[in-house]
């Protein structure tokens, strides 16, 4: 459908050799009130040249999350979403130089407790540090909390903000010793799921508190308000089920 669309949208100059767009193009930017893509991070380099064709200098309207970028494997560019993003102008900045084109940074986050937030942070600043092309995780990049939770009483346990990083090692000798008769170690993710339930455990020990909003107040945790989220359920469902 893409390479169907390219076609249409361009067509070969004959005084240089090189693409132009098409007559179609030309009247599919004069139509266009304004154009909308989501997930921008996600465009690959084909479907950019569709959008540049339909698209005038001041009607394109993208949003998008680097960070969410996951479609490496079908040839998804984030470079396109990361290159605008350092050199578009920010909103203030756009309306002193009059630029077309400008930057909203959509980064106050209401969703999430302020531990979680300050969370995501720390660990995103320190995987994007603006080497190899990459996105600078600085302050107009990271998550601005956003929500108003009230703070717990005094006395009360709040859920405690927490980053568990597990190391697992395995020597040569370790799997020289490993038999049918002998006791299987434990794979990488059976121990992330035990520390996950001790973890768990703990906090419904503690009692610790979370806001409910169906009550204006904190309670106790339960079980029910913890979730464990995979990546695959596939290769970890049996594990955590």
Known sequence: MEHFCFQLLYETDEATGGLQFSELAQQLKNQYY???????????????????????????????????????????????FAEKYASFPTEQSAEETLAVCQRLDLN????????????????????????????????????????DYPDVLEGQQPVPEQIHMLVLTQTADNEEDASDDAEQPLSAMEEEGILLCREMQKLIEEKAQVYDKRLQGYRDITWRDMVVLLRSPKSAGAVYA
């Not at 540049?52 to 993208?62: G, H, P, T, Y």
């Open 34 to 80: 304004e154009v909308m893509v989501d997930e921008y991070q996600d465009i690959n380099d084909l479907q950019e040249s569709v959008l540049q064709a339909v698209s005038r200098e001041n009607n394109l309207f993208m949003v998008g999350d680097i960070k969410q970028s996951i479609y490496g494997f079908r040839m998804a560019n984030p470079q396109l």
């Open 108 to 147: 106050r986050n209401f969703r999430c407790r302020r531990n979680v937030v300050a969370g995501v942070n720390e660990v995103f600043a320190r995987l994007m540090n603006g080497r190899d092309g990459d996105l600078l995780y600085d302050e107009h990049a990271a998550l601005v909390y956003g929500a």
